[in-house]
């Protein structure tokens, strides 16, 4: 079993309302020292393999086609 | 400034039907040896202040009042 984490996050440029929605509601709890927030995604996965890199190689495949758009957003994997 | 990246993931035990779905998701799509998939949320903070340790803790209230929910979720705070 590999362990494996994706991470997704919006490119440069992209607009990020949620991100900024967070920033306001921290402002109004009272963290006054916030500059940006900007908000991504996780994917744990697990693999049924023990083959290190066919599971980066087969992770990555899976982050271009499925987890992440492209269009819009970066991602990395780290095996765990 | 300081940059910070909050981690939250899911505690163990809670279940995470939008992961199900990207597990059935990624079996559709010829992916064959995914086990699970479990989805988190970072969140990556930008803070107007240069000391380290004020940061942290203040990202951590952040974290604990807002970003993550207790009763179901874990969060990490990473420094960058």
Known sequence: MIKARVTVTLKNGVLDPQGK????ALGGLGF????S???GKIFDV???T???KEAEAEIKAMAAKLLANSV???FSVEVI
Chains 1, 2 share one sequence.
């Open 21 to 24: 929605a967070i920033e306001h």
């Open 32 to 35: 006054s020292g916030v500059d």
């Open 37 to 39: 927030v900007r908000q």
């Open 46 to 48: 697990v693999l049924a």
């Open 50 to 52: 023990s083959d290190r």
């Open 72 to 74: 819009i957003e970066d």
